[in-house]
Antibody, heavy 123, light 105 residues
Framework: QLQLQESGPGLVKPSETLSLTCTVSGGSISSSGHYWGWIRQPPGQGLECIGTIYYSGSTYYNPSLKSRVTISVDTSKNQFSLKLTSVTAADTAVYYC???????????????WGQGTLVTVSS | SYELTQPLSVSVALGQTARITCGGNNIGSKNVHWYQQKPGQAPVLVIYRDTNRPSGIPERFSGSNSGNTATLTISRAQAGDEADYYCQVWDSSTVFGGGTKLTVL
């Protein structure tokens, strides 16, 4: 079945760039019916969608993070990636990747999710 | 930006019915999805498009959506249903509710 796995540094210094990759297995990232998204969850808090990307490169970003976020896709590796610049302690969170199903031509529900990876912003 | 409002916590007696609400302006016109998240685990989709259950989700989980409120209903609540529950919609971008902690007494 489809599986997603996040990878990347668990510790990032303030003002630097957070970079994560999600590797998709058991299915193709070039599927026409799905976007691929990044969601984060600060410790003890709720879920926040960072953004989502289609295999063609089309993206939707959270307006509150848009100025600092870039999501890209590498179909040859069946991966998509997240870059978040100028990080602060407020960006400390568990970062999840997930497949987002298209419905009525718009990204809708997330399923399945990766297990998540904790990224701590600290000097 | 669009906002979704959930109660911080809901309690239910073992074997009874729990209802978790998700409020939003004219949410009945949107597709609402629900996730269950247990401690230390990734969220799991339990309801999509208001009323649909993914394969493997028990029939005890059901959803409805009308007016300004969507509701996740858990019948015959079990101890294993204790978790945080999040609603989610699409409105120019993905929006999540703040989450509701379900306690089974």
């Amino acid at each position: 079945q489809l599986q997603l796995q996040e990878s990347g540094p668990g510790l990032v210094k303030p003002s630097e760039t957070l970079s994560l990759t999600c590797t998709v297995s058991g299915g193709s990232i070039s599927s026409s019916g799905h976007y691929w998204g990044w969601i984060r969850q600060p410790p003890g808090q709720g879920l926040e969608c960072i953004g989502t990307i289609y295999y063609s490169g089309s993206t939707y970003y959270n307006p509150s993070l848009k100025s600092r976020v870039t999501i890209s896709v590498d179909t040859s590796k069946n991966q998509f990636s997240l870059k978040l610049t100028s990080v602060t302690a407020a960006d400390t969170a568990v970062y999840y990747c997930a497949r987002q199903t298209l419905y009525q031509l718009l990204p809708n529900w997330f399923d399945p999710w990766g297990q998540g990876t904790l990224v701590t912003v600290s000097s | 930006s669009y906002e979704l409002t959930q109660p911080l916590s809901v309690s239910v007696a073992l074997g009874q019915t729990a209802r978790i609400t998700c409020g939003g302006n004219n949410i009945g016109s949107k597709n609402v999805h629900w996730y269950q998240q247990k401690p230390g685990q990734a969220p799991v989709l339990v309801i999509y498009r208001d009323t649909n259950r993914p394969s493997g989700i028990p029939e005890r989980f059901s959803g409805s959506n009308s007016g300004n409120t969507a509701t996740l209903t858990i019948s015959r609540a079990q101890a294993g249903d204790e978790a945080d529950y999040y609603c989610q919609v699409w409105d120019s971008s993905t929006v999540f509710g703040g989450g509701t902690k379900l306690t089974v007494l």
